[in-house]
């Protein structure tokens, strides 16, 4: 069962531009999260936010959760070629069981 | 360095026969798991452990079958009833942060049905 969507499912930009993605979730979470995976790779933790908080930063990374509305964003700025790739988030429910959305890719263009 | 050891990278296998793919951690994690993920696609749970000789039933665990016999691994053994194999297989571990299942991921095991 697929708990987070991602929207877009691919965002093509130009390097310096922000990248905006969004997640949307069904059921209630104790957090959410974001990771990255790089072609043919294992995917990568980046950031983690509670349901209790409504914004986070990590250098370069913005996620916001707004729990009425079950959504998460995840802003990259200023984003570079190094930045292509997949991005997830995934949804904690309490359980051992993280469950992933469908990704959005990220072309940044050089 | 501490971290998760899948093997091997790439696994080619005809029709009808099993394939065990291996996961090691170091990052003396109680908890592992394994995924698949299809091109262009998410992750599935195929099979999670939280501790050592008990695992769960993810939500694709038919024709797959696991082992938790040690807490370092956690094989992953793909049989014949597995109708289509043909995927990226993604093992990890998680730690709790006070409260929270972060997961670490090994590189992934691509199989092939030829």
């Known amino acids: 069962s697929q708990q987070g969507e991602e929207d877009p499912q691919a965002l093509s930009i130009q390097e310096g531009e922000n990248a905006t993605m969004n997640c949307s979730y069904k059921?209630?979470?104790?957090?959410l999260q974001w990771y990255r995976q790089n072609s043919g790779r294992g995917l990568v933790h980046l950031i983690l936010?509670?349901?209790?908080?409504r914004e986070k930063h990590s250098g370069r990374l913005r996620v916001t959760l707004d729990t009425s509305k079950k959504s998460s964003s995840l802003l990259i700025t200023a984003s570079r070629a190094a930045d292509t790739a997949s991005y997830f988030c995934a949804t904690d429910d309490s359980s051992y069981k993280l469950i992933f959305g469908s990704g959005t890719r990220l072309l940044v263009r050089p | 360095d501490g971290g998760i050891t899948q093997s091997p990278k790439y696994l080619f296998r005809k029709e009808g026969q099993n394939v065990t793919l291996s996961c090691e951690q170091n990052l003396n994690h109680d908890a592992m798991y394994w995924y698949r993920q299809d091109p262009g696609q998410g992750l599935r749970l195929i099979y999670y452990s939280q501790i050592v000789n008990d695992f769960q039933k993810g939500d694709i665990a038919e024709g797959y079958s696991v082992s938790r016999e040690k807490k370092e691994s956690f094989p992953l053994t793909v049989t014949s009833a597995q109708k289509n194999p043909t995927a990226f297989y993604l093992c990890?571990?998680?730690?709790?942060?006070?409260?929270?299942?972060?997961?670490?991921f090994g590189a992934g095991s691509r199989l092939t049905v030829l």
């Open positions: 990890a571990s998680s730690s709790d942060r006070a409260g929270a299942n972060v997961l670490t």
């Open positions: 059921t209630s979470i104790n957090n």
């Open positions: 936010i509670r349901s209790n908080e």
